[in-house]
């Protein structure tokens, strides 16, 4: 039920049935990635759920990368909107 909503959610911003797309997918890695690591926190000892998310964060990791290659700018309002590094002031 909670995916079937956010993918209603993200797809409403992007063009309808465009699940496949980079941000997409790193979207939803992304709210993957936060329940998991609030699962975590309550049970440290769930090996099998740290693999998991070990495995979450490579894939987004690299579509990251993909898109930082291909289009800077919508990798950086990507993440600028998940809030998911920190910005580098100099």
Avoid: C
């Amino acid at each position: 039920m909670v995916k079937n909503s956010f993918i209603s959610i993200i797809s409403q911003k992007q063009k309808e049935g465009n699940t496949g797309s980079v941000e997409f997918q790193i979207k939803s890695f992304t709210n993957k990635i936060r329940r998991l690591t609030s699962h975590l926190e309550f049970h440290r000892k769930d090996y099998l759920s740290q693999r998991g998310l070990r495995k979450i964060l490579g894939k987004r990791q690299r579509l990251l990368s993909y898109l930082a290659k291909q289009n800077r700018m919508r990798y950086k309002e990507l993440i600028n909107q998940l809030d998911i590094r920190e910005s580098k002031t100099r």
